[in-house]
T-cell receptor
Framework: DVKVTQSSRYLVKRTGEKVFLECVQDMDHENMFWYRQDPGLGLRLIYFSYDVKMKEKGDIPEGYSVSREKKERFSLILESASTNQTSMYLCASSRWTLDGTQYFGPGTRLLVL | AQKITQTQPGMFVQEKEAVTLDCTYDTSDQSYGLFWYKQPSSGEMIFLIYQGSYDEQNATEGRYSLNFQKARKSANLVISASQLGDSAMYFC????????????FGTGTRLQVFP
């Protein structure tokens, strides 16, 4: 079974703090993704990566950065957290296949005060 | 622009009945993929079923089937013999083209199964 884990299920941070969200997958997948999920908006892609040290912007990259130093690990960084970044953050991974099915982690609910 | 539309914010179904969750999509690509995911209250997105645009037969996975109508650009999820554990949010998603694994998601449908 594909296993995607995220470092925290719940996180509370203060405005201006630097926040690290980590995601690890154990299936040697090439692709990794970070989404945020807000009520009524579905999932929106923040950043994704097709390989180690590669990253590409998604639809809403502003205020975020990412790091992929190892194939299995993809980190999302909020350089200076703001209240409008309070959200559910979901990490996913996929293998280069015909269908490209993404497998998700359990999510991190981030509250920025 | 590519888009996924789920027009049902919420649906109710009685246990053991079948239910259809609607999904329409818009794309100019000839090759694309359609997915359905389930999200229980715990938050994890669970992959349910996949349909490729060139697949001639509707995809099925256990109690889940995808009613794919290419001309109408619809990809409805049918859950047969609903169970209480099926209560969750359901998201339809589309892969953009063939050279990327990026997904576009709809806004979801909340399904409530009652006894």
């Amino acid at each position: 079974d594909v296993k995607v884990t995220q470092s925290s299920r719940y996180l509370v941070k203060r405005t201006g703090e630097k926040v690290f969200l980590e995601c690890v997958q154990d299936m040697d997948h090439e692709n990794m993704f970070w989404y945020r999920q807000d009520p009524g908006l579905g999932l929106r892609l923040i950043y994704f990566s097709y390989d180690v040290k590669m990253k590409e912007k998604g639809d809403i990259p502003e205020g975020y950065s990412v790091s992929r130093e190892k194939k299995e690990r993809f980190s999302l960084i909020l350089e200076s957290a703001s209240t409008n970044q309070t959200s559910m953050y979901l990490c996913a991974s996929s293998r280069w296949t015909l269908d490209g099915t993404q497998y998700f982690g359990p999510g991190t609910r981030l509250l920025v005060l | 622009a590519q888009k996924i539309t789920q027009t049902q914010p919420g649906m109710f179904v009685q246990e053991k009945e079948a239910v259809t969750l609607d999904c329409t999509y818009d794309t100019s690509d000839q090759s694309y993929g359609l997915f359905w995911y389930k999200q229980p209250s715990s938050g994890e997105m669970i992959f349910l079923i996949y349909q490729g645009s060139y697949d001639e037969q509707n995809a099925t996975e256990g109690r889940y089937s995808l009613n794919f109508q290419k001309a109408r650009k619809s990809a409805n999820l049918v859950i047969s013999a609903s169970q209480l554990g099926d209560s969750a949010m359901y998201f339809c998603a589309m892969r953009e083209g063939q050279s990327t694994d990026k997904l576009i998601f709809g806004t979801g449908t909340r399904l409530q199964v009652f006894p």
